[in-house]
């Protein structure tokens, strides 16, 4: 998997939202389309399951390094979206959180990408009005940790205006569309990819407003 500019440290190495978009009208994309993996039968995975848990309670149990913590409980997160236990996946995202703001505090920048992964998943499972109440605090950390205008900014203000659209809210969804452009517009970066989408998404709302 592509390493993602959109996190802050290296927990969390790839941030599933930033693979796996926030995207009206469209069912969430498995995890099998970016990380390859075998069927491994019922009996296997529920292996897996064990021994990651295992794993994450011997390393809490230790005080071990958090990064490492926050890794593991990241891998649980996988398993459980790459096998559709969606739910799972968020009760895994919520206890995550926990760990990760007694480890760094809550206003730190390692804990964004896991309040992102949590609206994420959130919005896979249309509690948007939860994913909006992930995502607010998130992007208040990355405002922080790097201004208001950058791309960390940028990236979640986009994903606001999605949450926003769901909510039908169309005049905030528009409003996070735009802000979201303008920042891009003002960053400079050389991927301009993100800035498509949210171009994209500014252009189709205009268009169903007309």
Partial sequence: MTETRYTVTNTFSSTIASDLDFSPGEAMISMTTTIPVESLGNDAEVEVETGIIRRISELESTNSNKESVIEVYNKLVRHYL?????????????????????AYGEKHPAVAPVLIELAFVNYTLSNYE????????????QEKAYGKVSEQAAFVVHKLGRIHEML????????????????????????????????????????QRK
Avoid at 130 to 141: D, H, M, N, S, V
């Fill in 130 to 141: 939860q994913a909006k109440g992930y995502l607010e605090p998130a992007l208040a950390i």
């Fill in 168 to 207: 039908g809210s169309n005049d905030k969804a528009e409003a996070m569309y735009l802000r979201s452009v303008t920042t891009y517009q003002n960053t400079y970066s050389e991927d301009d990819s993100q800035i498509i989408i949210a171009r994209n998404d500014l252009a189709r709302m205009r268009r």
């Fill in 82 to 102: 790459r096998n559709d236990e969606v739910s799972k996946a968020a009760e895994t995202l919520e206890k995550a959180l926990v760990f990760a703001q007694k």
